[in-house]
């Protein structure tokens, strides 16, 4: 604070010099130049959890740098109310998080371009990033969380396959469709159940949604929540549901009762190679002693081939527009030298999980460093469009409904159903929170 008052003192008495027609000598001084140059950082962090973590990092910058770091962590839930408040402060955060494309709504104008900073320079996707409608990078994704297939690599190979071997939709059906055929023999089948009780069902409803909406939206450029959908991929979806219900020992009779915990126990205790689920299972299933794998929810969709995880966040660095160029600068080198400096980012992987950066440590979540291994081979990730979802629950809850009778008698007509439910659903539930 010392320091600051300082600053304010010696801007006060520049600005009296230059009225008395002192000002050639007070810029030849030079002294408040020299503190306005060096620049300031005040990161408002986002995520409690890497609060100590990143109090520990800024310490270790300022002692490298003797640039002054300062972190403060807004309360779990407080976020937006607490960055509201704090950029009406002289001393506002210069760097902050924007969540998503209605965040940036609200904060564009306190964003500056990142495109052709250095530290956009190290991304290795462009899937986490927030675009204006002018087109300028105002928000960087920094750490994601991603869902796929959940692979028992050791049981793949007992049936006689490698992860390698599967590469689209039509590869995997054909594993599937073979271990199935062979479960009897090998003493466990391809899928775990599709469960559709309240405890499992967001895995499909929510998760699994993404891939229709997430190519419809990819065609048609939707970058905000539409009034209404296409459907325009939901046979692609019917072909991934189709060999959930199939290749698997779990009765599509009776999905509807079927929990979480029981699809999850099929894979733990090895009566099943593939279980869709995410990143956050990856401890449970490692303590449990599974050598796992996580690839691409594939359903047949040209270009598939490269696909990567559905991968999402919430967390975006945005570097405040209206502080001064020193302490946007400031910011910027405090954040690449967070990504590129080997111990500091190996801190942040730590605390964060996979970052979408080049010279990033791996995870030692093994599906997160599965994803930025795609990323970083330059397949497409398939961002979360299910975050647009018009009434959430509601829509989920009548796909389910759906879902759970063409389950138990898959016939084109319950499919109808299952398009009305997605189709027409979201219309009905978007016009009930809108008008």
Not at 121 to 142: I, P, R, S
Request: charged fraction near 20%; aromatic fraction near 10%.
């Amino acid at each position: 604070m010392k320091k600051y008052l300082a600053l304010i003192l010696a801007l006060v008495m520049s600005l009296s010099l230059v009225a008395c027609g002192g000002g050639e000598d007070a810029a030849d001084d030079g002294a408040g130049d020299a503190a306005t140059e060096t620049g300031r950082v005040y990161y408002l962090n986002f995520k409690p959890e890497f609060d100590a973590a990143l109090q520990q990092l800024a310490a270790d910058y300022t002692a490298e740098t003797g640039v002054e770091v300062k972190v403060v962590t807004a309360a779990s839930g407080t976020y937006s109310d607490t960055l509201t408040a704090e950029m009406a402060k002289d001393e506002a955060p210069t760097i902050y998080n924007i969540g998503n494309m209605s965040g940036l709504k609200d904060w564009d104008e306190y964003a500056i371009d990142l495109k052709d900073t250095a530290l956009a320079g190290e991304l290795n996707t462009d899937a986490f990033n927030l675009y204006n409608d002018a087109g300028e990078l105002k928000a960087m994704g920094h750490c994601f969380e991603s869902f796929g297939i959940i692979v028992n690599v050791d049981l793949l190979k007992e049936a006689g396959y490698e992860l390698s071997d599967i590469t689209n939709f039509e590869t995997l059906k054909a594993c599937a469709d073979d271990i199935h055929a062979r479960a009897g023999e090998l003493g466990f089948d391809a899928f775990t159940a599709a469960g559709l009780d309240g405890s499992s069902s967001w895995r499909f409803s929510g998760h699994l949604v993404n891939l229709p909406l997430f190519y419809e939206f990819r065609d048609d450029g939707v970058t905000e929540q539409p009034a209404t959908v296409t459907g325009a991929y939901l046979d692609n979806f019917r072909n991934i549901w189709d060999l959930y219900i199939t290749d698997t020992s779990a009765d599509a009779k009776t999905l509807s009762t079927s929990t979480g915990d029981e699809s999850k126990a099929m894979l733990t205790e090895k009566k099943a190679v593939f279980y869709q689920n995410g990143s956050w299972e990856y401890a449970s299933l490692a303590e449990a002693g599974l050598n796992v794998a996580m690839i691409p929810i594939y359903c047949g969709v040209e270009g598939e081939e490269k696909a990567g995880l559905c991968s999402g966040t919430e967390n975006c660095w945005a570097v405040n527009s209206k502080v001064s160029e020193a302490d946007q600068k400031a910011s910027l080198d405090f954040l690449y030298w967070l990504v590129t400096d080997a111990e500091a980012a190996q801190v942040v992987v730590d605390n964060l999980g996979a970052i979408p950066f080049k010279s990033a440590p791996a995870s030692s979540n093994a599906f997160l460093a599965n994803g930025n291994d795609l990323a970083a081979a330059g397949n497409y990730t398939l961002t979360w469009a299910f975050n647009h979802t018009p009434n959430v629950d509601s829509f989920r809850a009548t796909l389910v409904t759906a879902l759970t009778a063409y389950s138990a008698d898959p016939t084109d007509a319950n499919w109808d159903a299952v398009v009305s439910a997605y189709v027409d659903g979201w219309a009905i539930e978007y016009a009930t929170v809108n008008g």
